[in-house]
């Protein structure tokens, strides 16, 4: 026999990170309303899906978002009154 050959693991390679998930981390009951709506854009969720991915936060809310647009649903979750961070 013989050792048989794999080099797939040395392939990590340092690239800069372009694609991103949102994550909701938490709200401001005050804002709760606003906040589940802002999800149900964002997701394209029912009510009900919407109401429990927030109140269930920290929850990833979109997965696999460019950079730009990721920021851009931060903002809109935080100005709804979110707590929202890119992963």
Known sequence: GGAGGGG????????EKVIF???????????KIKVIKEVRTITGLGL???????EGAPKTIKKDVKKEEA???VEKLKAA???AELE
């Not at 797939?8 to 690239?15: P, S, T, Y």
């Not at 998930?21 to 804002?31: E, H, M, N, P, R």
């Not at 009900?48 to 927030?54: D, H, N, S, T």
């Open 8 to 15: 797939a693991a040395e392939e990590e390679v340092k690239e």
């Open 21 to 31: 998930d949102v994550k909701l981390t938490g709200f401001d009951a005050k804002s």
């Open 48 to 54: 009900k899906e919407a109401k429990e991915m927030v």
């Open 71 to 73: 920021e851009e649903l």
């Open 81 to 83: 009154g979110g707590e």
